[in-house]
């Protein structure tokens, strides 16, 4: 049974810091990795899906990493600033199965 | 372009009561799931459908029921909610159920089982 990890569970940081949230899994025999976005009492915003053939994607400050022999992709945020205080959820897909983490709640403070 | 959206957003049942959670999306996806949010645990899947006329069991189908009723709507049906029932529901899709695509979600249903 596919496993999924993240730490840290909580996280608070100054304004302005590059930072690294962590996501492992048990089952390297994925499909893709998705991370996801969760703001308190609101639904899920997908940020990058990065397939199981690639290494990494972008989209603007963040940079997504996979690296699936080892189980792990890093999501990095440089230069953090207060609203990107949410919940990041990643999720790996196996099949028709989305498997989630347990979310990293981010605080970025000014 | 509304994306999914469901219905009710906030629920409280009795022991014993019964509701259905509705949710429809306008993105003509093939696919669309229904998932649960515990606090402190990511989303676990419930049922899925992946095309019309398909549903199957996803990790914690216990207590629930599913019905594909088109391509656009998927409901959740409680028929005798339980306390260990409250949680967040989310419904999402996706364009099929197969390899290399993501998965986009409604905003949720908050149920609350006293």
């Known amino acids: 049974k596919q496993e999924v990890t993240q730490i840290p569970a909580a996280l608070s940081v100054p304004e302005g810091e590059n930072l690294v949230l962590n996501c492992s899994f048990t089952?390297?025999?994925?499909?893709?990795l998705q991370w996801f976005r969760q703001d308190p009492g609101k639904g899920l915003t997908s940020l990058l899906l990065i397939q199981s053939s690639q290494r990494e994607q972008t989209s603007g400050r963040l940079n997504a990493s996979l690296d699936k022999s080892s189980g792990r992709s890093t999501l990095y945020i440089a230069a953090s600033q207060p609203g990107d205080s949410a919940t990041y959820l990643c999720?790996?897909?196996?099949?028709?199965?989305?498997?989630f983490g347990g979310g990293t709640r981010l605080m970025v403070k000014p | 372009n509304a994306g999914v959206t469901q219905t009710p957003k906030f629920q409280v049942l009795k022991t014993g009561q019964s509701m259905t959670l509705q949710c429809a999306q306008d993105m003509n996806h093939n696919s669309m799931y229904w998932y649960r949010q515990d606090p402190g645990m990511g989303l676990r899947l419930i049922y899925y459908?992946?095309?019309?006329?398909?549903?199957d069991k996803g990790e914690v189908p216990n207590g629930y029921n599913v019905s594909r009723l088109n391509k656009r709507e998927f409901s959740l049906r409680l028929e005798s909610a339980a306390p260990s029932q409250t949680s967040v529901y989310f419904c999402?899709?996706?364009?099929?159920?197969?390899?290399?695509?993501?998965?986009?979600f409604g905003p949720g249903t908050r149920l609350t089982v006293l």
């Open positions: 459908s992946a095309s019309e006329g398909t549903t």
């Open positions: 999720a790996v897909r196996a099949g028709n199965m989305l498997t």
């Open positions: 089952d390297s025999a994925i499909y893709n």
């Open positions: 999402a899709s996706s364009p099929q159920g197969l390899a290399g695509v993501e998965q986009f």
